[in-house]
Protein backbone atom coordinates (compact mmCIF):
# COMPACT_ATOMS: atom_id res chain seq x y z
CA UNK A 1 0.00 0.00 0.00
CA UNK A 2 1.12 3.68 -0.80
CA UNK A 3 0.40 7.19 0.31
CA UNK A 4 -0.85 9.53 -2.14
CA UNK A 5 2.62 10.71 -3.21
CA UNK A 6 3.29 6.96 -3.89
CA UNK A 7 5.98 6.24 -1.40
CA UNK A 8 5.33 3.67 0.83
CA UNK A 9 3.52 3.85 3.84
CA UNK A 10 4.55 3.69 7.26
CA UNK A 11 3.28 0.98 9.44
CA UNK A 12 -0.83 2.01 10.42
CA UNK A 13 -0.04 1.31 14.16
CA UNK A 14 3.43 2.58 16.21
CA UNK A 15 2.32 1.37 19.35
CA UNK A 16 -1.02 1.41 21.82
CA UNK A 17 -1.24 2.49 25.48
CA UNK A 18 -3.45 0.99 28.13
CA UNK A 19 -3.99 2.53 31.42
CA UNK A 20 -4.59 0.40 34.23
CA UNK A 21 -5.77 0.02 37.30
CA UNK A 22 -3.48 -2.58 38.70
CA UNK A 23 -0.32 -3.33 37.01
CA UNK A 24 0.61 -6.44 38.27
CA UNK A 25 -2.35 -7.78 36.95
CA UNK A 26 -2.24 -6.35 34.05
CA UNK A 27 1.59 -7.37 33.02
CA UNK A 28 0.01 -11.03 34.31
CA UNK A 29 -3.08 -11.21 31.62
CA UNK A 30 -1.63 -8.31 28.65
CA UNK A 31 1.77 -10.02 29.06
CA UNK A 32 1.01 -13.72 28.80
CA UNK A 33 -1.48 -12.83 25.90
CA UNK A 34 1.26 -10.77 23.47
CA UNK A 35 4.14 -13.45 24.65
CA UNK A 36 1.78 -16.15 23.65
CA UNK A 37 1.55 -14.56 20.31
CA UNK A 38 5.11 -13.70 19.36
CA UNK A 39 5.75 -10.59 21.29
CA UNK A 40 8.42 -10.22 23.19
CA UNK A 41 9.25 -8.11 26.28
CA UNK A 42 10.23 -4.41 26.27
CA UNK A 43 11.16 -1.50 28.92
CA UNK A 44 9.49 -2.52 32.26
CA UNK A 45 9.58 0.80 35.05
CA UNK A 46 7.82 0.96 38.38
CA UNK A 47 4.85 2.67 36.70
CA UNK A 48 4.38 0.31 33.07
CA UNK A 49 5.97 -2.56 30.89
CA UNK A 50 6.04 -2.67 27.07
CA UNK A 51 6.07 -5.84 24.56
CA UNK A 52 7.00 -5.27 21.42
CA UNK A 53 5.53 -7.08 18.03
CA UNK A 54 8.23 -8.45 15.18
CA UNK A 55 6.74 -5.56 13.33
CA UNK A 56 8.67 -3.35 15.96
CA UNK A 57 4.91 -1.70 16.64
CA UNK A 58 4.76 -2.06 20.59
CA UNK A 59 2.03 -2.24 23.40
CA UNK A 60 2.60 0.03 26.53
CA UNK A 61 0.35 -1.22 29.96
CA UNK A 62 0.89 2.00 32.47
CA UNK A 63 -0.71 2.35 35.60
CA UNK A 64 -0.69 6.20 35.86
CA UNK A 65 -1.56 8.34 38.71
CA UNK A 66 -3.05 10.79 35.88
CA UNK A 67 -6.35 8.12 35.82
CA UNK A 68 -9.82 9.57 36.24
CA UNK A 69 -10.87 6.37 36.91
CA UNK A 70 -10.20 3.33 38.66
CA UNK A 71 -11.92 0.55 36.59
CA UNK A 72 -12.03 0.39 32.59
CA UNK A 73 -15.24 -0.28 31.10
CA UNK A 74 -15.35 -1.28 27.10
CA UNK A 75 -18.76 -0.29 27.13
CA UNK A 76 -18.24 3.81 27.49
CA UNK A 77 -16.66 5.99 25.10
CA UNK A 78 -12.93 5.03 24.66
CA UNK A 79 -11.16 1.22 23.59
CA UNK A 80 -13.80 -1.30 23.28
CA UNK A 81 -10.96 -4.12 22.92
CA UNK A 82 -7.72 -4.17 20.36
CA UNK A 83 -7.80 -7.11 18.01
CA UNK A 84 -4.44 -9.03 17.53
CA UNK A 85 -3.32 -11.51 14.94
CA UNK A 86 -2.97 -14.90 15.46
CA UNK A 87 -0.52 -16.93 12.83
CA UNK A 88 -3.40 -20.20 12.74
CA UNK A 89 -6.43 -20.96 14.20
CA UNK A 90 -4.72 -23.54 15.66
CA UNK A 91 -3.08 -20.58 17.84
CA UNK A 92 -6.29 -19.23 18.60
CA UNK A 93 -7.76 -22.52 19.76
CA UNK A 94 -4.39 -22.96 22.33
CA UNK A 95 -4.85 -19.64 23.72
CA UNK A 96 -8.53 -19.89 24.23
CA UNK A 97 -7.67 -23.27 26.33
CA UNK A 98 -4.87 -21.37 28.20
CA UNK A 99 -6.53 -18.07 28.75
CA UNK A 100 -8.35 -18.53 31.93
CA UNK A 101 -5.18 -19.90 33.58
CA UNK A 102 -3.97 -15.97 33.00
CA UNK A 103 -7.09 -14.08 34.08
CA UNK A 104 -8.65 -13.94 30.46
CA UNK A 105 -12.68 -15.35 29.85
CA UNK A 106 -14.15 -16.49 26.82
CA UNK A 107 -16.93 -14.01 25.92
CA UNK A 108 -19.65 -14.90 23.38
CA UNK A 109 -18.91 -18.60 24.00
CA UNK A 110 -22.45 -19.37 22.40
CA UNK A 111 -21.00 -18.37 19.00
CA UNK A 112 -17.11 -19.41 19.70
CA UNK A 113 -15.22 -19.24 17.17
CA UNK A 114 -17.52 -17.48 15.10
CA UNK A 115 -18.77 -14.80 17.56
CA UNK A 116 -17.27 -12.19 14.04
CA UNK A 117 -19.51 -13.93 11.28
CA UNK A 118 -18.77 -17.39 9.15
CA UNK A 119 -15.87 -16.40 8.26
CA UNK A 120 -14.01 -14.48 10.89
CA UNK A 121 -12.30 -17.32 12.87
CA UNK A 122 -11.55 -15.83 15.95
CA UNK A 123 -11.85 -15.48 20.25
CA UNK A 124 -12.72 -12.71 21.83
CA UNK A 125 -11.36 -12.53 25.88
CA UNK A 126 -12.00 -10.07 28.92
CA UNK A 127 -9.41 -9.86 31.85
CA UNK A 128 -10.35 -8.95 35.23
CA UNK A 129 -9.80 -5.23 34.47
CA UNK A 130 -12.25 -5.31 32.03
CA UNK A 131 -10.51 -5.56 28.98
CA UNK A 132 -11.31 -7.23 25.71
CA UNK A 133 -9.19 -8.62 23.32
CA UNK A 134 -9.94 -10.20 19.95
CA UNK A 135 -7.14 -13.10 18.72
CA UNK A 136 -7.82 -13.40 15.41
CA UNK A 137 -6.74 -16.84 12.67
CA UNK A 138 -5.98 -15.73 9.56
CA UNK A 139 -8.61 -15.36 6.59
Known amino acids: MTG ?7 AAV ?7 PDLSRATASWGWVL ?18 APDGSYVVVEQSPAMSAAEHDRM ?3 MNHLAL ?11 VTEAVAHGWTLMFADRHPYAGG ?4 AAFLHND ?11
Open 76 to 78: RPG
Open 129 to 139: DGYEVEIVAPG
Open 35 to 52: NRLGWKDGDGWPGGMTWT
Open 118 to 121: PQHY
Open 85 to 95: NAASRAEVDGI
Open 4 to 10: TDNAPMA
Open 14 to 20: HHVEIWV
